[in-house]
């Protein structure tokens, strides 16, 4: 079975630094994605970043980006000039091409940014 | 925007209760997903459904189970609800065949049993 695991459950950066979520997950397969979603304080989740394992080429999106390491097994998501706004709860998902192509999260970090 | 809704953001039963909770997307997705959220755990995958009358266990459905009559609505039925299914329950949606796999996710309901 794939799991997804996050080892900070809590984390907490000023304004404007730079912060790093860390990720890992356990798989045979080859073919799969992996997601960052966020989930602000009572508001709807949602899609942060993507990786295709395929792709070699970290993903970015503006201040998100990601360092996968494929062999290492390792997702972790940077966000650049941290803002209020991205206080919430930050988690890392994982699916399959194959199969079910069911998503499976890990545990969540609660990131806040302080001003 | 794809919009997905859940009928109640806070809800209240009692021990015993049959709940019901809705889902509606409006996208006309194939495929629906309910999952339910605890500090610690992340989320859980309790059913989905990959199209209309369909439907699939998740990790968790025991206690729980699914209706898919129509494709915009995918609904959550606790038969007798017990205290220990407090918890916010998420329910979201999916396009088949662009290959991105993204699901959509509603606000999510905070069911409290007592």
């Known amino acids: 079975a794939q799991t997804v695991t996050q080892s900070q459950p809590e984390m907490s950066v000023q304004e404007a630094e730079t912060v790093t979520l860390s990720c890992t997950y356990d798989?045979?397969?080859?073919?799969?994605?992996l997601f960052w979603y966020k989930q602000p304080p009572s508001r709807q989740m949602i899609l942060v970043i993507r990786?295709?394992?395929?792709?070699?080429q970290n993903a970015t999106e503006n201040r998100f980006s990601v360092n996968f390491q494929k062999a290492a097994k390792s997702f972790s998501l940077k966000i650049s000039d941290s803002q209020l706004g991205d206080t919430a709860m930050y988690f890392c998902?994982?699916?399959?091409?194959?199969?079910?192509?069911?998503?499976?999260f890990g545990q969540g970090t609660r990131l806040t940014i302080n001003p | 925007d794809v919009k997905v809704t859940q009928s109640s953001r806070y809800l209240v039963k009692r021990t015993g209760e049959k709940v019901f909770l809705e889902c509606v997307q409006d996208?006309?997705?194939?495929?629906m997903f309910w999952y339910r959220q605890d500090p610690g755990l992340g989320l859980r995958l309790i059913y989905f459904?990959?199209?209309?009358?369909?439907?699939e266990k998740g990790d968790i459905p025991e206690g729980y189970s699914v209706s898919r009559e129509k494709k915009e609505r995918f609904s959550l039925i606790l038969e007798s609800a017990s205290t220990n299914q407090t918890s916010m329950y998420l329910c979201?949606?999916?396009?088949?065949?662009?290959?991105?796999?993204?699901?959509?996710f509603g606000p999510g309901t905070r069911l409290t049993v007592t």
């Open positions: 979201a949606s999916r396009i088949l065949g662009t290959g991105l796999y993204e699901q959509y």
């Open positions: 798989t045979s397969e080859n073919n799969y994605y």
């Open positions: 990786q295709e394992a395929y792709k070699q």
């Open positions: 998902a994982f699916i399959l091409i194959q199969g079910a192509q069911k998503l499976v």
């Open positions: 996208m006309d997705h194939e495929n």
């Open positions: 459904s990959y199209d209309v009358k369909m439907k």
